[in-house]
């Protein structure tokens, strides 16, 4: 079974750039889940999704960043314009359904530095 | 919003010695997973835990659940030089949406 997927693995940009990451989840997982992890820290969750709507964005830095899960399988998320707290590496993860019982499944990640 | 104290954030250890980490939660949880997350690398399911009480043990890993649903441990026996990584605990709040530990790393000297 393939894992998630994830591209770039790399990405180097100066800030007030924009960036955009890719992520195809598990066949068949209906979750999919954008995590941010700086350095040192634990994963933070960004954004969840059901299928191609959106659960919780709570933690999302809306007037920046963006995602979409628009055929609820791929997703892609988005930062415009990027600053110097945005270097981290950026995890996707997918589940079965959103319940807290599944256990998830993260993707390589993007490693994101902003210079 | 809901938060996961985890403690030490770091650990050294002489290979072959004991190792435990420890998450608190100030709010009783439906559930506890652990993750392992090596160097350079991503974040793998290691097992999840559900009953106040339970023990749940992988070869020379054992994770416990305390009786209030309130923290939860993970004790390594006899380390070795391929238990080394982070180690997070997570837990989701009443939305299902999780939130993980700051991690212990874990170094094992040989």
């Known amino acids: 079974e393939a894992g998630v997927a ?101 993707g390589p990640g993007t490693r994101l530095t902003v210079l | 919003g809901q938060q996961v104290m985890q403690i030490p954030q770091y650990q050294h250890v002489q290979e072959g010695e004991d190792f435990t980490t420890y998450c608190n939660s100030s709010t009783t949880l439906s559930n506890i997973q652990w993750y392992k997350q090596r160097p350079g690398g991503h974040p793998v399911f290691l097992i999840q835990l559900v009953k106040s009480g339970e023990v749940k043990k992988q070869k020379r890993l054992t994770f416990q659940f305390g009786e209030a649903k309130k923290n939860s441990s993970l004790h390594i026996t006899a380390t070795q030089t391929t238990d080394v990584g982070t180690y997070f605990c997570a837990a989701p709040n009443t939305g299902n949406q999780f939130y993980f530990g700051t991690g212990t790393s874990l170094t094992v000297i040989p």
């Open chain 1, 6 to 106: 994830q591209s770039p693995r790399y990405k180097i940009i100066e800030k007030r750039q924009s960036v955009a990451f890719w992520c195809n989840p598990i066949s068949g997982h209906a979750t999919l889940y954008w995590y941010q992890q700086i350095l040192g820290q634990g994963p933070k969750l960004l954004i969840q999704f059901q299928n191609n709507g959106v659960v919780d964005d709570s933690q999302l830095p809306k007037d920046r960043f963006s995602a979409e899960r628009l055929k609820g399988v791929d997703s892609t998320l988005k930062i415009q314009p990027a600053k110097l707290e945005d270097s981290a590496v950026y995890l996707c993860a997918s589940s079965l359904d959103r319940s807290s019982y599944n256990e998830q499944f993260f």
